[in-house]
C-alpha cells in the first residue's frame, strides 16, 4: 500500500514524474443560500469551507463527523453532481469541470446508504443493473446480461434472483445489487456514503468485507463516508474529520484513533461505546448542542463546545498546522 494517500496538496500540480491523487481537494467550497421564512430574507449557508485532500490510487480515505457536517455535500462535489462554489477538484489531475459528465461516471461511482430507496422497485435486478452499460451503449442485449451474470457472482449473488425484483431481496442481498450497479462499468473510485448504516449488524460485517476483498481484486480507490467510527477503524487507511464544513484532523487512521489531536476528534472517539461492562455510557465532552449552521460562530467554529478554549478561539480563525504525521486545524498547535 502506498502510504502517502492523503496529504494537503499547494496550489502546484503534482511533482514531476509522481503519479497524480485519484481524487484532490483544493481549498473547495460550497454554499448555498437559504430562506429563514416568508419575512426573514436569505442566509449563506457555508455547508462545506476550504476543504484541502487527496486520496491516491488504491487507498480508502474515510470522512467522518456528526450529521450537517458538510460530508455528503463534499460527496456531491466529487461525483460531479455540485459544482463548488470556489476551489478546484481534480480527478486524476484533470479539473473536474473539464471532465464530460459521463467520463465522470465511469470513473466514479456511488453506493448510496439506503438500498432500499436507491433501487427503483419496479425493475428487476437485470434491468437495474444493466442500466449503466445501456446510458453509456456498451455491449449488446446478451453482452449486457453475461457482464451482469460476471458482477452478480463478484458480490456473491445468486444468478437465479437475475429475474427478482428489490421488494423480493433481503436488506444484505438489495446493497450487493447497487455494490454491483456501481461496479459494472469497472470505475477507478467508488463513494460509498453511509453503505451499511440501514442494515443489521451481522449484514453489515458481510458487506465490509466484500468492500475489501473487492479493493484488493479490483485495485479500487475508496471515498468512505460515515459516522461509524468502528466501520471507519474497520476498512480506512487515511481519516478525514469534518466539523461545520471545514477539515479539522486528518492523516493516518492508525494514529489518528490512537492518539486524536483535534479536540473534536478526541470527544468523537471518546463517544464511542465499548463492550466492557465497566465503562458505561461514555461522557462526550462536547459542550452545548450543534450550532446552528446558518449562524456559525466566530473564530474557530468549535470553540463554543471545546475543553480546552483560550482567548483567541473565539475571535481567529485556525489555520491547519502539521502536527507530526497529521494535519490539525487548531490553536493549540499555532
Known amino acids: 500500500m502506498m502510504n502517502d494517500a492523503v496529504q494537503t496538496m499547494d496550489a502546484g500540480s503534482a511533482q514531476p514524474g509522481s503519479e497524480a491523487p485519484m481524487l484532490e481537494c483544493r481549498g473547495v467550497s460550497r454554499n448555498f443560500t437559504v430562506g429563514k421564512g416568508v419575512f426573514s430574507g436569505k442566509k449563506n449557508l457555508r455547508a462545506v469551507q476550504d476543504v484541502n485532500l487527496s486520496v491516491k490510487r488504491g487507498e480508502v480515505l474515510a470522512v467522518v463527523g456528526e450529521s450537517g457536517c458538510g460530508k455528503t455535500t463534499l460527496a456531491k462535489m466529487l461525483l460531479g453532481l455540485l459544482k463548488p462554489s470556489s476551489g478546484e477538484i481534480f480527478i486524476e489531475g484533470e479539473p473536474i469541470t473539464d471532465v464530460d459528465i459521463r467520463k465522470i461516471a465511469r470513473k466514479v461511482q456511488p453506493v448510496f446508504q439506503d438500498p432500499y430507496s436507491s433501487l427503483n422497485p419496479r425493475k428487476t435486478l437485470e434491468s437495474i443493473m444493466s442500466l449503466p452499460l445501456k446510458v453509456h451503449n456498451i455491449g449488446t442485449k446478451e453482452e449486457r446480461r453475461q457482464m451482469v451474470e460476471d458482477i452478480m457472482a463478484m458480490v456473491e449473488l445468486p444468478k437465479r434472483l437475475i429475474h427478482s425484483y428489490p421488494n423480493q431481496l433481503s436488506g444484505g442481498q438489495r446493497q450487493r445489487v447497487a455494490v454491483a450497479r456501481a461496479l459494472i462499468m469497472k470505475p477507478e473510485v467508488i463513494l460509498c456514503d453511509e453503505p451499511t448504516s440501514a442494515l443489521d449488524v451481522s449484514v453489515q460485517a458481510h458487506i465490509l468485507n466484500m468492500l475489501q476483498d473487492l479493493r484488493d481484486e479490483m485495485n479500487l480507490t475508496y471515498v468512505f463516508i460515515s459516522h461509524d467510527l468502528a466501520v471507519v477503524e474497520h476498512l480506512a487507511d487515511k481519516v478525514a474529520v469534518m466539523y461545520l464544513g471545514r477539515l479539522v484532523e486528518y492523516g493516518d487512521k492508525a494514529n489518528i484513533f490512537s492518539n486524536p489531536q483535534h479536540p473534536y476528534s478526541q470527544a468523537l472517539l471518546d463517544s464511542v461505546l465499548t463492550p466492557e461492562p465497566n465503562k458505561g455510557i461514555p461522557e462526550i465532552a462536547l459542550g452545548r448542542g450543534f450550532p ?31 502536527v507530526g504525521d497529521r494535519k490539525v486545524e487548531c490553536h493549540l498547535y499555532n
Open 292 to 322: 446552528n449552521p446558518l449562524d456559525p460562530p466566530s473564530g474557530c467554529s468549535f470553540h463554543p463546545r471545546c475543553s480546552k478554549i483560550m482567548d483567541k478561539c473565539s475571535i481567529d480563525s485556525p489555520s491547519m498546522y502539521d
